[in-house]
Nanobody
Framework: VQLQASGGGLVQAGGSLRLSCAASGRTASNYIMGWFRQAPGKEREFVASISWSGSSAYYADSVKGRFTISRDNAKNTVYLQMNSLKPEDTAVYYC????????????????WGQGTLVTVSS
């Protein structure tokens, strides 16, 4: 499976962006999928994950209530809708395939997509 993230950009605080992660090469519909982010000078961290069916999701406390993860298995794509963005959300966002459920540490991800940069201005 190859993962391709897109949708990053520059947005003002309070604005919204939607990130997409398209899987190719093999279906990702049987797997947990997740979003992670890495801010400048910081370690990569968990943001959100979604079950293979899309019926369950898990969020980091810092984004709960503002971000929504979803998936369209027919399109082999996972989304991250980000609302009420804050400057501290500025980071490179990565999609990945965690091998465990919950707030998976990056070490539990076996496949990564390339990152997409999100910059939130104040």
């Amino acid at each position: 499976v190859q993962l391709q993230a897109s949708g990053g950009g520059l947005v003002q605080a309070g604005g919204s962006l939607r990130l997409s992660c398209a899987a190719s090469g093999r279906t990702a519909s049987n797997y947990i999928m997740g979003w992670f982010r890495q801010a400048p000078g910081k370690e990569r961290e968990f943001v959100a994950s979604i079950s293979w069916s899309g019926s369950s999701a898990y969020y980091a406390d810092s984004v709960k209530g503002r971000f929504t993860i979803s998936r369209d298995n027919a399109k082999n794509t996972v989304y991250l809708q980000m609302n009420s963005l804050k400057p501290e959300d500025t980071a490179v966002y990565y999609c990945g395939r965690p091998t465990s459920w919950g707030a998976s540490p990056p070490s539990h991800v076996d496949i990564w997509g390339q990152g997409t940069l999100v910059t939130v201005s104040s």
